[in-house]
């Protein structure tokens, strides 16, 4: 069966700096791969999807960027962080037909 | 422009009782459509999807839900809730596997 990790579960990190969040996925290969963020008491917004290794789509212009260095493996980065960026960041993937997706546990950064 | 919209924030059922979870969407055509459910500090779990053909799917956790065409409909319901079943609701459509697009959420309190 598949499963998809999220590390690390809980994060502070002061403003300005670095962030970088990783998803990955076991049970599948050449997996469609999603970051979403949730803001408190808010829906999803979509940031990225890849749809294979180096293929980034970016939803929302922003100071995030996302990577694919392995087929199973996606991460979300910045370089400063800005306080706007706190929230709960959600792993997802589907399969490469397939429409529904399969979220991780989530990530809550909290920049201060 | 395409949209999700779940009119009731907050619902709060007694256990024992019914629920229906109201999701009204505005697409082109008829969209996938699909019910998760996320626990606090949780990912989301698919509840059940709609694809074609019955109208009336049956899903995880004694859920159900019922496309209605003519109204842009997808509501949850369950007969008989559980305390266990207090979560976040959110509602999401989807016409390929790139643009899943997801309602504000509805917070469900259960009462003893």
């Known amino acids: 069966s598949q499963t998809i990790h999220q590390w690390p579960a809980t994060l502070v990190q002061p403003v300005g700096s670095p962030l970088s969040l990783e998803c990955t996925v076991e049970?599948?290969?050449?997996?469609?791969l999603y970051w979403y963020r949730q803001a408190a008491g808010r829906g999803l917004q979509l940031l990225f999807y890849s749809v294979g290794i180096g293929q980034i789509s970016s939803e929302v212009p922003q100071n995030l960027s996302a990577s694919r260095p392995q087929d199973r493996q996606f991460i979300l980065s910045s370089k400063k962080l800005l306080l706007s960026d706190s929230g709960f960041y959600l792993c997802?993937?589907?399969?490469?037909?397939?429409?529904?997706?399969?979220f991780g546990p989530g990530t809550r950064l909290t920049v201060t | 422009a395409q949209s999700v919209t779940q009119p009731d924030i907050h619902i709060t059922v007694s256990e024992g009782a019914s629920l229906e979870l109201r999701c009204n969407y505005s697409?082109?055509?008829?969209?996938?459509l699909f019910w998760y459910v996320q626990s606090p500090g949780q990912g989301l779990q698919l509840l059940l999807k709609?694809?074609?053909?019955?109208?009336l799917v049956q899903g995880i956790k004694g859920f159900e839900a019922e496309f209605k065409r003519s109204q842009s409909s997808f509501n949850l319901r369950k007969p008989s809730v559980h305390w266990s079943d207090a979560a976040e609701y959110f509602c999401a459509v989807a016409h390929n596997n790139n643009d899943m697009r997801f309602g504000a959420g509805t917070r469900l309190t259960v009462k003893p």
């Open positions: 997802a993937w589907s399969g490469t037909s397939r429409v529904e997706q399969y």
């Open positions: 709609y694809f074609s053909g019955d109208t």
């Open positions: 049970g599948t290969s050449n997996p469609n």
């Open positions: 697409y082109g055509a008829t969209p996938y």
